[in-house]
């Protein structure tokens, strides 16, 4: 029988067209969230205030997850429940499967358990807490997906698309650690935009640009098999492993 490199290395990865069309499509649903949803707090709370004649004063959250106990609290919520609901339904191979599964739970933590309040009670403080570990996780688990799933110097994806994700990747642990370090120091806290928002921000633009790419990639590339260009562990990707003649030294 012929061998075929890509079939014997990457069998369970040959979708249909339907497969590839519903894996671009919550791909996409995850980065337009993801670049969507940080503008769209502010912007919500000012256009509520100037619509019920109200003060704009303020109407910057001090945090994303902070719009809980502002006028687009059912906009941060809807947004990570719709986040939640891609990711549990994203299907590609075992690995991402897992890795999407744990995120989705985690965004819809992020969005079931509010953050610390002002004069917060006991069971307040509780609930706070898991929702910093469901946050920090998730924005772990996008990362993982720009640095090791979307991004395989192994493949034939082009260099500089890796690099893209490598950066992606990056950039969500830096403003992780930098928001972490913002509300820990309390840092800012007399600006109006708070510090911790903006790093908030810059991860979630972060990992919302490499999903829309992902999905941009999948569908430029997801059914021409023989694309050699097509990213890693998609129809059309050729993974070289490292006994084939053709793999780098």
Not at 2 to 11: G, I, L
Not at 226 to 241: F, S
């Amino acid at each position: 029988m012929p061998n075929d490199s890509r079939t014997q290395h990457s069998p369970d990865v040959r979708h249909s067209a339907q497969d590839v069309r519903t894996i671009a499509i919550l791909r996409l649903g995850v980065g337009l969230i993801g670049i969507l949803l940080p503008p769209a707090l502010p912007f919500g709370n000012w256009l509520a205030a100037q619509v019920m004649g109200r003060s704009t004063d303020g109407f910057w959250p001090d945090s994303m997850s902070g719009s809980y106990y502002t006028d687009t609290r059912d906009l941060f919520v809807g947004g990570l429940c719709a986040l939640g609901v891609f990711l549990i339904c994203y299907r590609f191979d075992r690995r991402d499967d897992r890795w999407s599964t744990a995120a989705g739970f985690f965004a819809l933590g992020v969005a079931l358990c509010p953050t610390t309040p002002d004069g917060a009670s006991g069971v307040q403080r509780t609930i706070g807490v898991l929702h910093l570990v469901f946050a920090g996780l998730l924005f772990v688990m996008l990362a993982l997906f720009c640095l090791y799933s979307f991004r395989n110097p192994r493949s034939a994806q082009s260099a500089r698309v890796g690099r893209a994700y490598l950066v992606a990747g990056v950039v969500i642990l830096a403003a992780l650690a930098l928001s972490v370090l913002a509300g820990a120091a309390g840092v800012g806290s007399d600006w109006s935009v708070r510090p911790l928002y903006l790093s908030e921000w810059l991860a979630t633009w972060a990992f919302g640009t490499a999903w829309i790419g992902a999905a941009l990639e999948l569908a430029a590339h997801g059914r021409r098999d023989a694309d050699t260009a097509a990213v890693p562990r998609q129809p059309g990707a050729v993974v070289l492993e490292p006994s084939s003649p053709e793999a780098p030294a």
